[in-house]
């Protein structure tokens, strides 16, 4: 199979596309239990899917359905072309038998691509899954809930805690295939990142969250295609015509980059 | 219905116990499938009810099997006493409204009494989950893996991170249903938080993963029924005898409080 960067540069590249719809039902806006979350989720890739680069179903979304949530999300990924890869938003990290568990349900079970990872049991915690080589593991940095401050924004040894996270996802790159989260609200440590790091970033955080979107894109682009990555989700999924959500804020991010 | 803690204190009580089960289902072990897990895990709670104060099934172990296996631990939950409480070693935490999804899936879908979370997104991320007053919430603070290191023992102002993390959760326990989390392997670092928390700790990493049962016994005892609880899963689930392993545990710990 080809790697998930590999697919997700080429879909970024297609589809003139950084924008990344996240695939986050709620049973109190969408009727029908799993089988109606699936179906308008399926609804929302059929509009926008030759207008993302890839989608990113976040996993409590489809837990709190029960085991018929699972077996939605697992036939989710089977009715998504699979030159469009899917960010399996799940935060895990354990020990290393429990992370390789993880690992199989994520990789093996629900057929995901990549997989968001939550770094603050450690190295040992994340290599489960990196040594997944094809497979995509993007690191928790810097989140955009303002509980980020509580631990992320500390001050070790001299930086805040989320630059040794950074650190951290780049010594374990070595199959280059790890990248970070950094949250759209701080545009300004997205940018002191970048200038460290040439990770793969995806920024979740515009729209609901009130990220600044401009700003984000201006900080995290450095010319590679996997650079920035920009999610939206619910500002997509429940708008009137998500073709029509998805298409705004494609274009805005390629106005952005000076794209025509 | 009883809130968390008073169950296990109960239960610590009649059963003289401070063990704590971890019911991990290895597929390369156990032939079977979900059902194979579920009923193993049966056999074991038979075996070893009147010797434990709780049950601690890992998530990964069960999403592993796919929704069957999801379907399995909800299973596990109904045919287990009620008054033995389990506690979902989950270790979610993310943002407002996925943290609320995450809490109905673990606490509604799978009917858990407790769950283990990860502090790295901050409070706001635990409030969804410590809102819930009758259920326990026990906060990953130091665990009991190599990788530790890499961020829980980095001197954040003066003291390691994890030290953090402890009164961040002391801050969170408005409705007293807040525990730590605190590896066997670090029985120094369980003395050095128990002199300034009160918190229940929940301890794994004895047997397999080498910890110091009576060190840990030890310096995490404050009289209190809770302060206390031991965690094995492997050197029990996959002993010749389930209960005997069990009961020396259990006396183990007892003969170190002084309990004839």
Chains 1, 2 share one sequence.
């Not at 709190?64 to 036939?75: D, R, S, T």
């Not at 950074?166 to 790159?173: C, F, G, I, P, S």
Request: aromatic share 6%; hydrophobic share 40%.
């Amino acid at each position: 199979m080809s790697s998930f960067f590999t697919l997700l540069r080429a879909a970024a590249s297609a589809h003139r596309s950084q924008l990344c719809v996240g695939l986050d039902p709620d049973p109190e806006v969408i009727p029908g239990g799993a089988a109606g979350a699936l179906k308008h989720c399926l609804q929302v890739v059929q509009e926008t899917q030759d207008l993302v680069c890839c989608y990113k179903p976040n996993s409590a979304f489809w837990e709190q359905y029960g085991p018929e949530g699972m077996a939605a999300l697992a036939e989710l990924r089977t009715r998504i072309d699979g030159s469009l890869p899917l960010v399996y938003d799940a935060k895990r990290g354990d020990f290393d038998h429990t992370s390789a568990a993880y690992a199989r349900a994520a990789f093996d079970v629900l057929g995901m691509d990549a997989i968001t990872l939550n770094p603050y049991l450690g190295a040992d915690s994340l290599k489960p899954f990196t040594e997944r080589g094809e497979r995509g593991c993007y690191v928790i940095c810097r989140t955009s809930n303002p509980g980020a401050a509580d631990l992320q924004h500390r001050d070790v040894e001299g930086q805040p805690l989320y630059r040794r996270v950074a650190d951290l996802a780049q010594e374990l790159n070595q199959a280059g295939n790890l990248g970070l989260v950094i949250g759209a609200t701080a545009p300004s440590q997205i940018a002191e990142v970048r200038a460290s790091s040439d990770l793969p970033f995806l920024i979740p955080g515009v729209g609901a969250q009130g990220g600044d979107l401009d700003a984000s894109v201006r900080a995290a682009w450095n010319g590679e295609a996997d650079s920035c990555l920009i999610s939206a989700s619910r500002g997509v999924i429940y708008a009137d015509s998500p073709r029509r959500a998805a298409r705004e804020l494609r274009d805005r991010i390629n106005h952005v980059l000076g794209r025509q």
